[in-house]
C-alpha cells in the first residue's frame, strides 16, 4: 500500500474523522497519526480542517487547533456559523470540503500519496481527479459503525481504504476518564 521513497501529503477532515473515531470508541492521538505515516512514507504535509465557534468564551476545540498548529500539522479553520434549524434546534455549520479540495488539488503535481481522512462521498471526483493526475489515494475511515462512517462510491474510487478500526491500537489514544460535555470536539454539521 506504501512505499517508503513516495512523497506523502495527509488531508484530514477533522468533524467527520472525530465522528468515525468516537463511532468506534475511541479518540486518536495526532502525535502517534503523524508518527505512523511518516514512518510510511516521505510525509511532506499534514492538513488539519476545521471550523470553530469564534463568539464563544470557550472553543471545545481550540486547544487541539492550538497543539496540532505547533505540532507539524498545517491548520485551515474558518469560522463556523451558527444557525436555528425549524425545530428551534441550535446547528452549527461548518463544511471545509472545498478548503480540501483546492489545497489538494494545488498539492497533487508535488505529491505521489494522498492520505484522505474522511468519508465524505462529495470527495469521490477530487479522489478521481487526483488519480487522473497520477497520485494515489488512500481514504481513511470505517464501515464498522452502524451506520458505515463511509461512502460506498467513496470507498470503491480510493486505491486503497483503510479501515479507522485497523488502526485504533497504532493512532488511538488510551482511554480516559470521562470528560464534561464542554471538553468535547463539538460536532459539526455538513450540510
Same mark, same amino acid.
Given at each position: 500500500?506504501? +512505499? #517508503?521513497?513516495?512523497r506523502l501529503a495527509l488531508f484530514i477532515d477533522g468533524s467527520n474523522l472525530y465522528a468515525a473515531a468516537k463511532s468506534l470508541g475511541f479518540d486518536i492521538d495526532y502525535k502517534l497519526l503523524r508518527q505512523e505515516f511518516m514512518r510510511r &512514507? #516521505?510525509?511532506? =504535509?499534514?492538513f488539519y480542517y476545521t471550523a470553530?465557534?469564534? *463568539?464563544?468564551? +470557550?472553543?471545545?476545540?481550540r486547544p487541539l487547533v492550538d497543539w496540532l498548529h505547533y505540532n507539524g500539522f498545517t491548520?485551515? /479553520?474558518? @469560522?463556523?456559523?451558527? +444557525? /436555528?434549524?425549524?425545530? %428551534? =434546534? =441550535?446547528?452549527?455549520? %461548518? *463544511?471545509?470540503?472545498i478548503e480540501l479540495a483546492v489545497d489538494a488539488m494545488e498539492l497533487a503535481p508535488r505529491v505521489d500519496h494522498i492520505v484522505l481522512?474522511? &468519508?465524505? &462521498?462529495?470527495? =469521490? @471526483?477530487?479522489?478521481e481527479s487526483l488519480q487522473r493526475q497520477g497520485v494515489r489515494v488512500s481514504v481513511v475511515s470505517t464501515i464498522r459503525?452502524? @451506520?458505515?462512517?463511509?461512502?460506498?462510491?467513496?470507498?470503491r474510487q480510493a486505491d486503497n481504504f483503510i479501515e479507522l478500526e485497523g488502526l485504533r491500537e497504532v493512532i488511538g489514544r488510551p482511554p480516559r476518564d470521562p470528560m464534561p460535555d464542554r471538553d468535547r470536539e463539538v460536532e459539526f454539521s455538513a450540510k
Open positions: 500500500m506504501f +512505499y #517508503k521513497d513516495e &512514507g #516521505k510525509l511532506l =504535509r499534514a470553530l465557534l469564534e *463568539n464563544d468564551e +470557550y472553543s471545545p476545540i491548520m485551515v /479553520t474558518k @469560522p463556523a456559523k451558527e +444557525y /436555528t434549524d425549524s425545530q %428551534g =434546534r =441550535r446547528k452549527v455549520k %461548518g *463544511n471545509m470540503d481522512f474522511s &468519508g465524505d &462521498g462529495d470527495f =469521490r @471526483p477530487l479522489v459503525s452502524q @451506520p458505515p462512517m463511509i461512502s460506498d462510491e467513496l470507498r
